[in-house]
Protein backbone atom coordinates (compact mmCIF):
# COMPACT_ATOMS: atom_id res chain seq x y z
CA UNK A 1 0.00 0.00 0.00
CA UNK A 2 1.19 3.23 -0.98
CA UNK A 3 1.51 6.44 1.19
CA UNK A 4 -1.39 9.02 0.43
CA UNK A 5 -0.87 11.15 -3.06
CA UNK A 6 0.96 14.37 -3.05
CA UNK A 7 -1.28 17.16 -1.56
CA UNK A 8 -3.41 14.56 1.28
CA UNK A 9 -0.09 13.98 3.00
CA UNK A 10 3.07 16.27 2.93
CA UNK A 11 6.41 14.08 4.15
CA UNK A 12 8.22 17.55 4.16
CA UNK A 13 6.02 19.82 6.14
CA UNK A 14 5.42 16.86 8.96
CA UNK A 15 9.06 17.12 8.96
CA UNK A 16 9.40 19.98 9.98
CA UNK A 17 6.55 19.59 12.56
CA UNK A 18 8.19 16.95 14.61
CA UNK A 19 10.96 18.98 14.57
CA UNK A 20 9.31 21.80 16.31
CA UNK A 21 7.99 19.47 19.00
CA UNK A 22 11.03 17.53 19.38
CA UNK A 23 11.71 19.23 22.99
CA UNK A 24 8.92 21.79 23.96
CA UNK A 25 10.57 21.98 27.76
CA UNK A 26 11.14 26.12 28.50
CA UNK A 27 9.39 26.83 24.89
CA UNK A 28 7.03 29.60 24.47
CA UNK A 29 4.20 28.08 22.62
CA UNK A 30 0.58 30.00 21.55
CA UNK A 31 -2.27 28.19 20.86
CA UNK A 32 -5.05 29.92 18.90
CA UNK A 33 -8.04 28.24 18.61
CA UNK A 34 -7.23 26.57 22.27
CA UNK A 35 -10.63 25.73 23.64
CA UNK A 36 -11.84 23.23 21.19
CA UNK A 37 -11.71 19.76 22.26
CA UNK A 38 -8.56 18.41 20.78
CA UNK A 39 -6.68 21.95 21.25
CA UNK A 40 -7.05 22.10 25.19
CA UNK A 41 -6.08 18.37 25.46
CA UNK A 42 -2.87 19.69 23.40
CA UNK A 43 -2.36 22.65 25.81
CA UNK A 44 -2.60 20.09 28.42
CA UNK A 45 0.22 18.31 26.96
CA UNK A 46 2.28 20.28 26.44
CA UNK A 47 2.25 21.89 29.92
CA UNK A 48 2.65 18.40 31.14
CA UNK A 49 6.20 18.21 29.12
CA UNK A 50 7.12 21.60 30.38
CA UNK A 51 6.32 24.09 27.74
CA UNK A 52 5.11 27.53 28.84
CA UNK A 53 1.54 27.58 27.38
CA UNK A 54 -0.81 30.14 26.22
CA UNK A 55 -4.10 30.51 24.15
CA UNK A 56 -6.62 32.22 22.59
CA UNK A 57 -9.88 31.72 21.75
CA UNK A 58 -13.11 33.75 21.42
CA UNK A 59 -14.39 35.21 24.40
CA UNK A 60 -17.62 33.00 25.13
CA UNK A 61 -17.55 29.77 28.03
CA UNK A 62 -16.53 26.34 26.86
CA UNK A 63 -16.90 23.29 28.64
CA UNK A 64 -13.12 23.05 28.31
CA UNK A 65 -12.54 26.47 30.45
CA UNK A 66 -12.15 24.51 33.66
CA UNK A 67 -9.56 22.20 32.45
CA UNK A 68 -7.71 24.99 31.04
CA UNK A 69 -7.88 26.65 33.97
CA UNK A 70 -6.87 23.72 36.02
CA UNK A 71 -3.86 23.84 33.51
CA UNK A 72 -2.46 26.78 34.12
CA UNK A 73 -3.36 28.33 30.47
CA UNK A 74 -4.47 31.62 29.95
CA UNK A 75 -7.01 32.06 27.82
CA UNK A 76 -6.23 35.62 25.81
CA UNK A 77 -8.58 37.19 23.10
CA UNK A 78 -7.44 37.05 19.51
CA UNK A 79 -5.02 39.96 19.07
CA UNK A 80 -1.84 39.56 16.73
CA UNK A 81 0.05 40.89 19.45
CA UNK A 82 -0.87 36.75 21.23
CA UNK A 83 2.33 35.67 19.31
CA UNK A 84 4.87 38.29 20.20
CA UNK A 85 7.63 37.04 22.22
CA UNK A 86 6.46 32.81 21.43
CA UNK A 87 8.75 29.89 19.89
CA UNK A 88 5.93 27.85 18.32
CA UNK A 89 2.28 28.18 17.23
CA UNK A 90 -0.32 25.90 16.90
CA UNK A 91 -3.51 26.46 15.51
CA UNK A 92 -7.04 24.69 15.27
CA UNK A 93 -7.31 23.72 11.73
CA UNK A 94 -10.85 25.37 11.73
CA UNK A 95 -8.83 28.62 11.14
CA UNK A 96 -6.93 29.80 7.89
CA UNK A 97 -3.83 30.65 8.34
CA UNK A 98 -4.41 33.06 5.63
CA UNK A 99 -7.29 35.10 7.17
CA UNK A 100 -6.75 34.70 11.36
CA UNK A 101 -4.59 37.93 12.78
CA UNK A 102 -2.66 35.95 14.90
CA UNK A 103 -1.68 33.61 12.58
CA UNK A 104 -0.77 36.27 9.76
CA UNK A 105 1.00 37.84 12.37
CA UNK A 106 2.87 34.53 13.27
CA UNK A 107 3.81 33.94 9.29
CA UNK A 108 5.11 37.55 8.74
CA UNK A 109 7.22 37.18 11.94
CA UNK A 110 8.66 34.08 10.90
CA UNK A 111 7.82 31.69 13.82
CA UNK A 112 6.78 27.80 12.90
CA UNK A 113 3.54 27.62 12.35
CA UNK A 114 1.44 23.85 12.51
CA UNK A 115 -2.28 22.86 12.68
CA UNK A 116 -3.38 20.46 14.98
CA UNK A 117 -3.26 17.89 13.23
CA UNK A 118 0.08 18.56 12.34
CA UNK A 119 0.89 18.77 15.84
CA UNK A 120 -0.54 15.66 16.56
CA UNK A 121 1.40 13.72 14.10
CA UNK A 122 5.08 15.21 15.17
CA UNK A 123 3.83 13.72 18.72
CA UNK A 124 2.99 10.12 17.58
CA UNK A 125 6.11 10.06 15.05
CA UNK A 126 8.69 10.29 18.75
CA UNK A 127 7.40 7.05 20.21
CA UNK A 128 4.74 4.29 20.04
CA UNK A 129 1.90 5.38 18.96
CA UNK A 130 -2.15 4.46 18.86
CA UNK A 131 -4.58 5.99 16.75
CA UNK A 132 -8.48 5.86 17.55
CA UNK A 133 -10.41 6.46 14.79
CA UNK A 134 -14.01 5.61 12.95
CA UNK A 135 -17.57 7.10 12.78
CA UNK A 136 -18.50 6.00 16.55
CA UNK A 137 -16.92 6.03 19.82
CA UNK A 138 -13.95 7.66 19.16
CA UNK A 139 -14.17 10.14 22.30
CA UNK A 140 -14.86 6.72 24.43
CA UNK A 141 -12.46 4.24 23.34
CA UNK A 142 -9.56 7.11 24.08
CA UNK A 143 -10.99 7.82 27.27
CA UNK A 144 -11.53 3.89 28.51
CA UNK A 145 -8.31 2.84 26.91
CA UNK A 146 -6.38 5.69 29.11
CA UNK A 147 -7.99 4.80 31.54
CA UNK A 148 -6.92 1.33 31.08
CA UNK A 149 -3.20 2.29 29.81
CA UNK A 150 -3.24 4.21 33.61
CA UNK A 151 -4.52 1.24 35.88
CA UNK A 152 -1.83 -0.61 33.97
CA UNK A 153 0.93 1.76 34.80
CA UNK A 154 2.21 2.38 31.27
CA UNK A 155 4.64 5.39 30.41
CA UNK A 156 1.65 6.52 28.19
CA UNK A 157 0.29 9.87 26.96
CA UNK A 158 -3.54 9.98 25.64
CA UNK A 159 -5.05 13.18 24.59
CA UNK A 160 -9.30 12.54 24.29
CA UNK A 161 -11.50 14.64 22.94
CA UNK A 162 -13.64 15.49 26.02
CA UNK A 163 -12.65 15.84 29.63
CA UNK A 164 -12.48 12.06 31.54
CA UNK A 165 -13.56 11.20 34.85
CA UNK A 166 -11.51 8.97 35.81
CA UNK A 167 -8.60 10.68 34.51
CA UNK A 168 -9.71 13.56 37.12
CA UNK A 169 -11.77 15.44 34.67
CA UNK A 170 -9.01 15.87 32.35
CA UNK A 171 -8.48 15.35 28.98
CA UNK A 172 -5.46 13.85 29.18
CA UNK A 173 -3.68 11.21 30.83
CA UNK A 174 0.44 12.21 31.25
CA UNK A 175 2.15 9.04 33.00
CA UNK A 176 4.94 9.32 30.09
CA UNK A 177 6.37 9.58 26.68
CA UNK A 178 7.18 5.99 25.62
CA UNK A 179 3.21 5.74 24.16
CA UNK A 180 0.74 8.05 22.48
CA UNK A 181 -2.73 7.30 22.21
CA UNK A 182 -5.24 10.03 20.56
CA UNK A 183 -8.09 10.21 18.47
CA UNK A 184 -7.51 10.76 14.82
CA UNK A 185 -10.11 12.50 12.64
CA UNK A 186 -10.92 11.40 9.51
CA UNK A 187 -12.14 15.26 8.47
CA UNK A 188 -10.40 16.28 5.41
CA UNK A 189 -8.13 13.59 5.58
CA UNK A 190 -6.41 15.14 8.75
CA UNK A 191 -5.26 11.63 10.19
CA UNK A 192 -3.04 10.88 7.21
CA UNK A 193 -0.51 13.45 9.44
CA UNK A 194 -0.42 10.84 12.38
CA UNK A 195 2.08 8.15 12.75
CA UNK A 196 0.21 5.25 13.93
CA UNK A 197 1.52 1.66 15.36
CA UNK A 198 -1.55 0.66 16.07
CA UNK A 199 -5.15 1.66 14.69
CA UNK A 200 -8.70 0.88 16.74
CA UNK A 201 -11.35 1.51 13.75
CA UNK A 202 -14.75 1.71 15.50
CA UNK A 203 -16.65 2.05 12.16
CA UNK A 204 -17.42 3.46 8.85
CA UNK A 205 -20.09 5.24 7.44
CA UNK A 206 -20.78 8.33 5.29
CA UNK A 207 -20.06 11.23 7.51
CA UNK A 208 -18.46 14.67 6.61
CA UNK A 209 -20.95 14.59 3.80
CA UNK A 210 -19.65 18.44 2.63
CA UNK A 211 -15.75 17.05 2.02
CA UNK A 212 -16.38 13.61 1.38
CA UNK A 213 -17.92 13.08 -1.92
CA UNK A 214 -19.83 9.45 -0.83
CA UNK A 215 -19.59 6.54 1.08
CA UNK A 216 -16.58 5.34 -1.52
CA UNK A 217 -14.97 8.21 -0.59
CA UNK A 218 -14.83 7.82 3.15
CA UNK A 219 -13.51 4.39 2.55
CA UNK A 220 -10.68 5.31 0.87
CA UNK A 221 -9.66 7.43 3.01
CA UNK A 222 -9.72 5.30 5.95
CA UNK A 223 -7.64 2.48 3.58
CA UNK A 224 -5.20 5.03 3.06
CA UNK A 225 -4.60 5.58 6.49
CA UNK A 226 -4.32 1.64 7.26
CA UNK A 227 -1.47 2.19 4.64
CA UNK A 228 0.47 4.22 7.08
CA UNK A 229 1.11 1.23 9.66
CA UNK A 230 4.57 0.19 9.77
CA UNK A 231 5.79 -3.58 8.88
CA UNK A 232 4.03 -5.59 12.00
CA UNK A 233 1.56 -2.90 12.37
CA UNK A 234 -1.74 -4.01 13.77
CA UNK A 235 -5.28 -2.84 12.88
CA UNK A 236 -7.82 -3.41 15.84
CA UNK A 237 -11.02 -2.97 14.31
CA UNK A 238 -15.32 -4.15 14.97
CA UNK A 239 -16.14 -7.05 13.09
CA UNK A 240 -19.70 -6.42 13.59
CA UNK A 241 -19.74 -3.31 11.47
CA UNK A 242 -19.71 -3.68 7.61
CA UNK A 243 -17.20 -0.60 7.06
CA UNK A 244 -15.29 -1.66 9.62
CA UNK A 245 -14.73 -4.99 8.16
CA UNK A 246 -14.59 -4.14 4.89
CA UNK A 247 -11.65 -2.01 5.36
CA UNK A 248 -10.20 -4.49 7.18
CA UNK A 249 -10.32 -7.17 4.31
CA UNK A 250 -9.04 -4.34 1.80
CA UNK A 251 -5.81 -3.77 4.05
CA UNK A 252 -5.28 -7.42 4.64
CA UNK A 253 -5.50 -7.98 0.58
CA UNK A 254 -2.32 -4.91 0.20
CA UNK A 255 -0.74 -5.19 3.25
CA UNK A 256 -0.24 -9.04 4.68
CA UNK A 257 2.24 -7.94 6.91
CA UNK A 258 -0.83 -5.77 9.17
CA UNK A 259 -2.11 -7.73 11.69
CA UNK A 260 -5.77 -7.51 11.67
CA UNK A 261 -7.43 -8.09 15.06
CA UNK A 262 -11.20 -8.32 15.28
CA UNK A 263 -13.40 -7.64 18.06
CA UNK A 264 -17.02 -7.55 18.62
CA UNK A 265 -20.04 -10.87 18.55
CA UNK A 266 -18.80 -11.70 14.70
CA UNK A 267 -15.20 -11.63 15.96
CA UNK A 268 -13.27 -14.97 16.27
CA UNK A 269 -10.59 -15.42 18.69
CA UNK A 270 -9.62 -13.42 22.19
CA UNK A 271 -11.71 -10.49 21.85
CA UNK A 272 -15.37 -12.06 20.74
CA UNK A 273 -17.97 -10.50 22.63
CA UNK A 274 -20.52 -12.59 24.31
CA UNK A 275 -23.12 -12.15 26.95
CA UNK A 276 -23.99 -8.71 27.06
CA UNK A 277 -26.14 -7.57 29.66
CA UNK A 278 -28.29 -4.19 29.89
CA UNK A 279 -29.76 -3.03 33.11
CA UNK A 280 -30.23 -0.05 35.07
CA UNK A 281 -27.00 1.00 36.50
CA UNK A 282 -25.32 -1.10 34.49
CA UNK A 283 -23.62 -2.49 31.46
CA UNK A 284 -22.23 -6.35 31.33
CA UNK A 285 -19.97 -7.93 29.08
CA UNK A 286 -17.53 -11.06 28.54
CA UNK A 287 -14.49 -11.63 26.50
CA UNK A 288 -13.46 -14.83 25.13
CA UNK A 289 -10.00 -14.66 26.44
CA UNK A 290 -11.42 -13.81 29.98
CA UNK A 291 -13.03 -15.77 32.80
CA UNK A 292 -15.31 -13.36 33.80
CA UNK A 293 -17.55 -11.01 33.55
CA UNK A 294 -16.52 -7.04 32.62
CA UNK A 295 -19.22 -4.07 34.38
CA UNK A 296 -19.63 -0.93 33.09
CA UNK A 297 -21.09 2.15 34.26
CA UNK A 298 -21.81 3.37 31.34
CA UNK A 299 -25.20 2.50 29.17
CA UNK A 300 -25.59 0.66 26.03
CA UNK A 301 -24.26 -2.06 24.11
CA UNK A 302 -22.32 0.42 21.95
CA UNK A 303 -20.39 1.27 25.64
CA UNK A 304 -19.64 -2.49 25.79
CA UNK A 305 -18.33 -2.59 22.31
CA UNK A 306 -16.52 0.27 23.32
CA UNK A 307 -14.71 -1.19 26.12
CA UNK A 308 -14.07 -4.57 24.11
CA UNK A 309 -11.99 -2.09 21.71
CA UNK A 310 -10.53 -0.44 24.53
CA UNK A 311 -9.49 -3.63 25.88
CA UNK A 312 -7.57 -5.51 22.95
CA UNK A 313 -5.41 -1.69 22.55
CA UNK A 314 -4.61 -1.46 25.88
CA UNK A 315 -3.75 -5.57 26.03
CA UNK A 316 -1.72 -4.63 22.76
CA UNK A 317 0.57 -1.62 24.58
CA UNK A 318 1.10 -4.11 27.75
CA UNK A 319 1.93 -7.01 25.84
CA UNK A 320 4.81 -4.45 24.27
CA UNK A 321 6.22 -3.19 27.40
CA UNK A 322 5.91 -6.31 29.71
CA UNK A 323 4.90 -9.12 27.49
CA UNK A 324 1.54 -11.48 27.89
CA UNK A 325 -1.52 -10.11 28.78
CA UNK A 326 -2.56 -7.84 31.94
CA UNK A 327 -4.98 -10.68 33.85
CA UNK A 328 -8.75 -10.14 34.60
CA UNK A 329 -9.07 -8.68 37.54
CA UNK A 330 -6.40 -5.61 36.49
CA UNK A 331 -9.06 -5.25 33.18
CA UNK A 332 -11.79 -5.45 35.41
CA UNK A 333 -10.82 -2.73 38.19
CA UNK A 334 -9.29 -0.66 35.18
CA UNK A 335 -12.77 -1.12 33.11
CA UNK A 336 -15.02 -0.37 36.88
CA UNK A 337 -13.03 3.06 37.15
CA UNK A 338 -14.33 4.62 34.21
CA UNK A 339 -16.94 7.00 34.88
CA UNK A 340 -17.78 8.40 31.16
CA UNK A 341 -16.46 11.92 29.89
CA UNK A 342 -18.31 15.21 29.32
CA UNK A 343 -21.08 15.16 26.37
CA UNK A 344 -21.19 11.51 26.42
CA UNK A 345 -24.28 10.10 27.68
CA UNK A 346 -23.40 12.72 31.00
CA UNK A 347 -25.69 13.35 33.57
CA UNK A 348 -25.30 16.65 34.01
CA UNK A 349 -28.22 17.37 36.88
CA UNK A 350 -31.08 16.63 37.94
CA UNK A 351 -34.43 19.52 38.86
CA UNK A 352 -37.88 18.97 39.74
CA UNK A 353 -37.34 14.51 39.11
CA UNK A 354 -35.75 15.58 36.03
CA UNK A 355 -32.71 13.70 34.86
CA UNK A 356 -30.84 15.66 32.24
CA UNK A 357 -28.33 13.46 30.39
CA UNK A 358 -25.83 15.46 27.34
CA UNK A 359 -24.83 13.76 24.32
CA UNK A 360 -22.88 14.78 22.16
CA UNK A 361 -24.26 12.08 19.15
CA UNK A 362 -25.17 13.68 15.94
CA UNK A 363 -25.10 10.96 13.11
CA UNK A 364 -28.37 9.10 12.88
CA UNK A 365 -26.12 5.34 13.88
CA UNK A 366 -25.02 7.30 17.25
CA UNK A 367 -28.56 8.86 17.97
CA UNK A 368 -30.54 5.48 17.57
CA UNK A 369 -27.72 3.45 19.43
CA UNK A 370 -27.14 6.17 22.61
CA UNK A 371 -31.14 6.47 23.11
CA UNK A 372 -31.65 2.42 22.83
CA UNK A 373 -28.99 2.29 25.22
CA UNK A 374 -30.39 5.16 27.27
CA UNK A 375 -34.06 3.46 27.80
CA UNK A 376 -32.09 0.56 29.34
CA UNK A 377 -30.45 2.35 31.30
CA UNK A 378 -33.09 4.67 33.21
CA UNK A 379 -35.40 1.54 32.33
CA UNK A 380 -39.07 2.85 33.30
CA UNK A 381 -38.31 6.17 33.35
CA UNK A 382 -39.97 8.01 29.91
CA UNK A 383 -37.38 9.51 27.27
CA UNK A 384 -37.57 13.08 26.25
CA UNK A 385 -35.18 14.20 23.77
CA UNK A 386 -33.98 17.76 22.85
CA UNK A 387 -32.06 17.37 19.28
CA UNK A 388 -29.81 19.99 18.27
CA UNK A 389 -27.54 19.47 15.01
CA UNK A 390 -25.56 22.03 14.42
CA UNK A 391 -25.88 22.30 10.09
CA UNK A 392 -28.01 21.63 7.23
CA UNK A 393 -25.57 19.33 6.29
CA UNK A 394 -25.70 17.46 9.61
CA UNK A 395 -29.43 17.29 9.78
CA UNK A 396 -30.38 14.42 6.65
CA UNK A 397 -34.03 13.72 7.23
CA UNK A 398 -36.57 13.33 9.49
CA UNK A 399 -35.79 9.35 10.77
CA UNK A 400 -32.91 11.50 12.78
CA UNK A 401 -36.35 11.53 15.42
CA UNK A 402 -37.57 8.02 15.15
CA UNK A 403 -38.32 5.23 17.68
CA UNK A 404 -40.97 6.74 19.97
CA UNK A 405 -39.14 9.64 21.30
CA UNK A 406 -41.43 12.01 22.54
CA UNK A 407 -40.30 15.60 21.26
CA UNK A 408 -40.73 18.85 23.46
CA UNK A 409 -38.12 21.00 21.00
CA UNK A 410 -36.63 20.58 17.76
CA UNK A 411 -33.43 23.14 18.17
CA UNK A 412 -31.94 23.06 14.34
CA UNK A 413 -28.80 25.11 14.65
CA UNK A 414 -30.48 27.69 16.88
CA UNK A 415 -28.04 29.82 18.86
CA UNK A 416 -28.42 31.89 22.30
CA UNK A 417 -27.70 35.48 22.07
CA UNK A 418 -26.00 37.87 24.69
CA UNK A 419 -29.86 39.15 25.74
CA UNK A 420 -30.87 35.51 25.25
CA UNK A 421 -32.87 35.66 22.19
CA UNK A 422 -32.95 33.44 19.48
CA UNK A 423 -31.72 33.52 16.02
CA UNK A 424 -31.80 30.97 13.63
CA UNK A 425 -28.75 28.99 11.01
CA UNK A 426 -29.15 31.21 7.79
CA UNK A 427 -27.63 28.27 5.85
CA UNK A 428 -28.90 28.17 2.20
CA UNK A 429 -32.11 26.24 2.36
CA UNK A 430 -31.73 25.85 6.31
CA UNK A 431 -35.55 27.19 7.09
CA UNK A 432 -37.11 25.50 4.08
CA UNK A 433 -35.37 22.25 5.82
CA UNK A 434 -37.38 23.34 9.20
CA UNK A 435 -40.31 24.10 7.76
CA UNK A 436 -40.65 20.42 6.27
CA UNK A 437 -38.62 18.65 9.39
CA UNK A 438 -41.72 20.18 11.65
CA UNK A 439 -44.78 19.23 9.35
CA UNK A 440 -43.27 15.78 9.00
CA UNK A 441 -43.24 15.31 12.62
CA UNK A 442 -46.48 16.85 13.09
CA UNK A 443 -47.87 14.78 10.39
CA UNK A 444 -46.39 11.70 12.98
CA UNK A 445 -48.50 13.15 15.85
CA UNK A 446 -45.66 14.65 17.50
CA UNK A 447 -47.02 17.34 20.07
CA UNK A 448 -44.14 20.62 19.48
CA UNK A 449 -43.89 23.40 22.01
CA UNK A 450 -41.20 25.21 20.79
CA UNK A 451 -40.50 27.60 23.58
CA UNK A 452 -40.96 24.98 26.55
CA UNK A 453 -37.55 23.45 26.89
CA UNK A 454 -35.83 26.56 26.49
CA UNK A 455 -37.43 27.88 30.01
CA UNK A 456 -37.20 24.37 31.41
CA UNK A 457 -33.33 24.73 30.03
CA UNK A 458 -32.49 28.23 31.34
CA UNK A 459 -34.40 26.66 34.76
CA UNK A 460 -31.63 23.80 34.46
CA UNK A 461 -28.56 25.21 33.84
CA UNK A 462 -29.39 27.77 36.84
CA UNK A 463 -30.09 24.99 39.36
CA UNK A 464 -27.00 24.46 41.57
CA UNK A 465 -26.78 20.97 41.31
CA UNK A 466 -25.92 21.25 37.29
CA UNK A 467 -23.40 22.43 35.94
Same mark, same amino acid.
Given at each position: ?????????? $?????? $??????????????????????????????????????????????????? %???????????????????????? @???????????????????????? *???????????????????????????????? %??????????????????????? @???????????????? *???? #??? *???????? $?????????????????????????????????????????????????????????????????????????????????????????????????????????????????????????????????? $????????????????????????????????????????????????????????????????????????????????????????????????????????????????????????? #???????????????
Amino acid at each position: MQRPEPGRWD $SAADGD $SIAALRCVRGRAVHLVGVAGQGMSALAEVLRARGAVVTGSDVDEPFFTTPV %LARAGVPVLPFDPGNVRGVDLVVH @SAAYDPERHPELRAAREAGLPLLN *YPQALGALSAQCKAIAVCGAHGKTTITAMLGT %LLDAFGLPATVLAGSPVRSLGDR @STLNRGTELLAAETCE *YRRH #FLH *YHPDHIVL $SGVEWEHVDYFADYGDTVAAFVQFCGLLPRGGELIYDADDAGAAGVAAAVGAERADVVRTPVGRAAPGPYRLDGVTLSAGRTGFRLAAYPGEFALRVPGLHSAKDAALAVAAATAAYRGRRGGSPDFDTV $SRGLSRFAGTRRRSEVVGEAGGVTFVEDYGHHPTEIRVTLSGLRRFFAGRPLVVDFMPHTLAACGTPFYLTGGTALHRHYFGYRYSDDLDLFVNREPGFDRFVDRVIRALRERGYALDLDA #FVRLELAVRENSRCR
